[in-house]
């Protein structure tokens, strides 16, 4: 089992920027990813990265989000820029291993002004 802890949520004015973190308990592996769900909207997948280093983006976030990961530290950050009201969600980070997948408690990020 793993453990996923975020943190870095907050209040933004539009234009500025937040990082997100999210701890995990053990050693992770496969794809990890940040998602986001607004209020009366689906969960939407907002940036990955695999194994390999490759990374993902939303179209909505492209150029403004970037995604990154330690993995000596299990960490996954979410380097967040360029704000907009539209961003404000609930981020979840999730991690897929294959078989299984994590999720953590989610962190409120609110851009307004």
């Known amino acids: 089992q793993v453990q996923l802890v975020e943190s870095g949520g907050g209040l933004v004015q539009p234009g500025g920027s937040l990082r997100l973190s999210c701890a995990a308990s053990?050693?992770?592996?496969?794809?990890r990813n940040w998602y986001r769900q607004a209020p009366k909207k689906e969960r939407e997948l907002v940036a990955s990265?695999?194994?390999?280093?490759?990374?993902n983006y939303a179209d909505s976030v492209k150029g403004r989000f970037t995604i990154s990961s330690d993995n000596a530290k299990n960490m996954i950050y979410l380097q967040m820029n360029s704000l907009k009201p539209d961003d404000t969600a609930v981020y979840y980070c999730n991690v897929n291993m294959g078989v299984r997948e994590y999720w953590g408690q989610g962190t409120q990020v609110t851009v307004s002004s």
């Open positions: 053990k050693r992770i592996f496969g794809s």
């Open positions: 990265v695999d194994t390999n280093g490759s990374t």
